[in-house]
């Protein structure tokens, strides 16, 4: 069980990311045989809706009350929104781009606010200074998107 510890959150982070490349893929391919990215950002919203909603009854999870759903700030309830926009542009995105340049760009993305985000501690973030490694590492990003451009 050592391995959960080091590497587990690790390895449940890169299945992340290949689920994303799935998903994105897989979108795409849906906007065009639906011939719009409309349809195909519902048809997947729906699907994880009802994912969600399986995973919720089988867990048994009880309805958040009252006071913890009012302790939230009005901003943690925008995930969703986050996600529909991810969602839109990556499926305008990968046919244009392809599947490669747009998750290098994506990740990019998400590296650089990454580094602003935990730098200034925003949206409830511990702080964590945007140090030279961690800087270079975003930077190293940036250089992988310029040569898979290429």
Same mark, same amino acid.
């Given at each position: 069980?050592?391995?959960?510890?080091?590497?587990?959150?690790?390895?449940?982070?890169?299945?992340?990311?290949?689920?994303?490349?799935?998903q994105v893929v897989l979108n795409a391919r849906l906007r065009?045989?639906?011939?719009?990215?409309s349809w195909a950002a519902l048809v997947s919203y729906v699907g994880g809706t009802l994912a969600v909603a399986a995973i919720l009854l089988v867990q048994r999870q009880p309805w958040p009350s009252a006071v913890t759903r009012?302790?939230?700030?009005?901003?943690?309830?925008?995930?969703g929104l986050f996600g529909a926009i991810y969602l839109v542009l990556a499926i305008?995105?990968?046919?244009?781009?392809?599947?490669?340049s747009t998750? !290098? $760009?994506? &990740?990019?993305?998400?590296? @650089?606010?990454?580094?602003v985000f935990d730098h200034f501690g925003l949206l409830g973030l511990a702080r964590q200074t945007a140090s030279a490694p961690r800087?270079?590492?975003? !930077? $190293?990003? &940036?250089?992988?998107?310029? @040569?898979?451009?290429?």
């Open positions: 069980m050592r391995w959960l510890q080091i590497g587990g959150p690790s390895i449940v982070a890169l299945t992340a990311g290949v689920s994303l490349l799935v065009t045989g639906l011939a719009a990215w009012s302790d939230l700030p009005w901003w943690a309830w925008a995930g305008i995105s990968v046919p244009r781009l392809g599947a490669a998750v !290098a $760009l994506v &990740v990019t993305g998400q590296m @650089l606010a990454s580094l800087v270079l590492g975003a !930077a $190293l990003l &940036v250089a992988s998107v310029v @040569l898979m451009r290429g």
